[in-house]
């Protein structure tokens, strides 16, 4: 959680080279086009690369699916004279991905980890191929590529066949804001299509970088929701009169857990001057339920393991992913690279800790609900009974936290051999990644809507104390989209609304102007 950008500082344009990225690198993917380019030693590798590759087929050795058949049909030896053929095949073939397509920003980074591979030179394909597919990015001519279809293992196959037809002329992309045949746009965008050579078809349709784009996409996301629920927290705890006392240094420093320490410090740093807080020192009241005061043991658990998922990403955006490797002139070797197994358990992982992000705000939300006796009416409504208040917005969270149960259950532990047994464990990745998406848009919304009781009950409390040094700063964006003094009314557009601003990042940044956030 140390990694910090400015929208305003991003990239613009990125180099295909042997460099390190990291996650945070590809936020401009997600924002709209970019430029790419091609460094002179990523060209060296991938010449080098080929050398060995042509140099192998000249001497008339086997070589997996450049002269013999694909998965189960491996050991069927193919003529010389139909290799380029083959790898047309193989790539109209295994272009049979169904659904809604991936977005727009998911394609961008495919196609941009799909070249940091060859940059490596370890695949055997031209040069030309990689200047060809740098030449159709830079002019944001991007491949319709189906969400459904692979199982993260013998490369995300389906996906990266739909990304290759392009290459060829065939299949559908966007161009210039619409869907267009690939033979059209090619045409409006003077490119031209090219003939594969030997690999080259087999090299575009394995590897990871499909299960790894969607995973890069939920950790930009999961960034903001961490923040996110933090923030939701530390509103709540105040305008429920709970203790800011729980959340100071000297006690999480007891325990080993950063994420946790880095959560405590925050809600301590947003309930800061706050004289709600500061109005009930002295009360009666023991202590507060775990949703409130064990907030940091659970968003910091949250946070742990997206620091491991983190890791993990990052490894397999600097990772080679393609099958098979090619070292040098004799070592040419069919291994298995293409599994996501590593991205499949670290987005399993994250389906289940933001879950938990979710099902611990349903619980404030709740509590809420109740009343608190003296302070706040149930419901956080003026005039409970014939107003409902906020009563189904809760029902509302209630329904998203129960989905995420469902969502949470592991795509990794399940498995069904594919290509007729050859494959006979996958990861299931893109599935854990895509369930992960629709966790974190539940999730969203519930933290919205617990910003926005947490906002009522702020404008029902009597007297005129202030709120915190960050929790002020919430308030004055809440009080922008939710018509607090109305009472009941539709409450739909008010949670898309705030929910829009978390998942912008822009609550984030607005807060960070005024306080440094972990």
């Given at each position: 959680?140390?990694?910090?950008?400015?929208?305003?500082?991003?990239?613009?344009?990125?180099?295909?080279?042997?460099?390190?990225?990291?996650?945070?690198?590809?936020?401009?993917?997600?924002?709209?086009?970019?430029?790419?380019?091609?460094?002179?030693?990523?060209?060296?590798?991938?010449?080098?690369?080929?050398?060995?590759?042509?140099?192998?087929?000249?001497?008339?050795?086997?070589?997996?699916?450049?002269?013999?058949?694909?998965?189960?049909?491996?050991?069927?030896?193919?003529?010389?004279?139909?290799?380029?053929?083959?790898?047309?095949?193989?790539?109209?073939?295994?272009?049979?991905?169904?659904?809604?397509?991936?977005?727009?920003?998911?394609?961008?980074?495919?196609?941009?980890?799909?070249?940091?591979?060859?940059?490596?030179?370890?695949?055997?394909?031209?040069?030309?191929?990689?200047?060809?597919?740098?030449?159709?990015?830079?002019?944001?001519?991007?491949?319709?590529?189906?969400?459904?279809?692979?199982?993260?293992?013998?490369?995300?196959?389906?996906?990266?066949?739909?990304?290759?037809?392009?290459?060829?002329?065939?299949?559908?992309?966007?161009?210039?804001?619409?869907?267009?045949?690939?033979?059209?746009?090619?045409?409006?965008?003077?490119?031209?299509?090219?003939?594969?050579?030997?690999?080259?078809?087999?090299?575009?349709?394995?590897?990871?970088?499909?299960?790894?784009?969607?995973?890069?996409?939920?950790?930009?996301?999961?960034?903001?929701?961490?923040?996110?629920?933090?923030?939701?927290?530390?509103?709540?705890?105040?305008?429920?009169?709970?203790?800011?006392?729980?959340?100071?240094?000297?006690?999480?420093?007891?325990?080993?857990?950063?994420?946790?320490?880095?959560?405590?410090?925050?809600?301590?740093?947003?309930?800061?001057?706050?004289?709600?807080?500061?109005?009930?020192?002295?009360?009666?009241?023991?202590?507060?339920?775990?949703?409130?005061?064990?907030?940091?043991?659970?968003?910091?658990?949250?946070?742990?393991?997206?620091?491991?998922?983190?890791?993990?990403?990052?490894?397999?955006?600097?990772?080679?992913?393609?099958?098979?490797?090619?070292?040098?002139?004799?070592?040419?070797?069919?291994?298995?690279?293409?599994?996501?197994?590593?991205?499949?358990?670290?987005?399993?992982?994250?389906?289940?800790?933001?879950?938990?992000?979710?099902?611990?705000?349903?619980?404030?939300?709740?509590?809420?609900?109740?009343?608190?006796?003296?302070?706040?009416?149930?419901?956080?409504?003026?005039?409970?009974?014939?107003?409902?208040?906020?009563?189904?917005?809760?029902?509302?969270?209630?329904?998203?936290?129960?989905?995420?149960?469902?969502?949470?259950?592991?795509?990794?532990?399940?498995?069904?051999?594919?290509?007729?047994?050859?494959?006979?464990?996958?990861?299931m990745a893109p599935w854990a990644g895509?369930?992960?998406?629709?966790?974190?848009?539940?999730?969203?919304?519930?933290?919205?809507?617990?910003?926005i009781v947490a906002g009522a009950a702020?404008?029902?409390?009597?007297?005129?104390?202030?709120?915190?040094?960050?929790?002020?700063?919430?308030?004055?964006?809440?009080?922008?989209?939710?018509?607090?003094?109305?009472?009941?009314?539709?409450?739909?557009?008010?949670?898309?609304s705030v929910s829009d601003i978390l998942?912008?990042?822009?609550?984030?940044?607005?807060?960070?102007?005024?306080?440094?956030?972990?």
């Amino acid at each position: 959680m140390n990694e910090k950008w400015s929208i305003n500082s991003l990239m613009s344009s990125f180099l295909v080279s042997t460099k390190k990225y990291s996650y945070t690198d590809f936020l401009p993917f997600f924002l709209g086009p970019v430029k790419i380019s091609l460094s002179k030693e990523s060209e060296k590798n991938i010449k080098r690369s080929q050398k060995y590759l042509l140099h192998n087929l000249k001497e008339n050795r086997s070589i997996y699916g450049v002269n013999t058949g694909f998965g189960n049909l491996s050991q069927i030896i193919i003529d010389s004279d139909d290799i380029e053929k083959l790898q047309i095949n193989l790539v109209r073939s295994h272009a049979s991905g169904i659904g809604k397509p991936l977005g727009l920003g998911v394609v961008r980074t495919v196609i941009f980890l799909k070249l940091l591979t060859f940059a490596k030179g370890y695949s055997g394909v031209s040069l030309e191929l990689v200047k060809k597919t740098i030449q159709l990015f830079n002019k944001d001519v991007l491949p319709v590529i189906p969400k459904k279809g692979s199982v993260g293992a013998s490369g995300d196959l389906a996906p990266l066949g739909h990304m290759a037809l392009v290459l060829i002329g065939e299949g559908e992309v966007f161009f210039e804001g619409k869907r267009l045949k690939t033979q059209l746009a090619l045409k409006k965008a003077k490119i031209k299509p090219l003939s594969l050579k030997p690999k080259e078809g087999l090299s575009l349709i394995n590897g990871t970088q499909v299960s790894t784009a969607i995973a890069i996409k939920t950790l930009l996301d999961g960034r903001n929701l961490l923040f996110s629920a933090d923030i939701a927290g530390a509103l709540s705890v105040e305008n429920s009169f709970s203790s800011r006392k729980v959340f100071q240094k000297r006690i999480h420093d007891l325990k080993q857990h950063p994420g946790q320490r880095m959560s405590a410090k925050n809600i301590y740093k947003l309930l800061n001057k706050s004289e709600i807080v500061h109005s009930h020192n002295n009360c009666s009241k023991i202590q507060d339920p775990y949703s409130f005061r064990c907030i940091p043991h659970v968003h910091g658990a949250s946070r742990d393991m997206f620091s491991n998922a983190v890791n993990i990403v990052n490894n397999e955006i600097n990772s080679v992913s393609d099958n098979p490797l090619i070292f040098d002139e004799n070592l040419i070797v069919s291994s298995g690279h293409f599994h996501a197994e590593h991205v499949a358990m670290a987005l399993d992982s994250l389906a289940f800790s933001f879950s938990e992000l979710g099902a611990i705000s349903e619980r404030r939300i709740h509590y809420f609900m109740k009343g608190i006796q003296g302070k706040i009416p149930p419901f956080v409504c003026k005039n409970p009974g014939l107003d409902s208040g906020y009563m189904i917005a809760h029902v509302t969270s209630t329904s998203l936290a129960s989905e995420n149960k469902t969502l949470s259950h592991p795509a990794s532990v399940d498995s069904l051999p594919t290509s007729g047994g050859q494959e006979d464990l996958v990861s299931m990745a893109p599935w854990a990644g895509l369930k992960l998406i629709q966790i974190q848009k539940n999730v969203n919304r519930i933290l919205a809507i617990e910003l926005i009781v947490a906002g009522a009950a702020n404008y029902l409390i009597s007297s005129n104390l202030k709120s915190g040094q960050g929790t002020s700063k919430v308030l004055d964006i809440l009080k922008k989209c939710c018509s607090f003094r109305k009472g009941d009314r539709s409450l739909t557009s008010e949670i898309e609304s705030v929910s829009d601003i978390l998942s912008s990042g822009n609550l984030y940044r607005d807060i960070s102007q005024h306080l440094t956030l972990e």
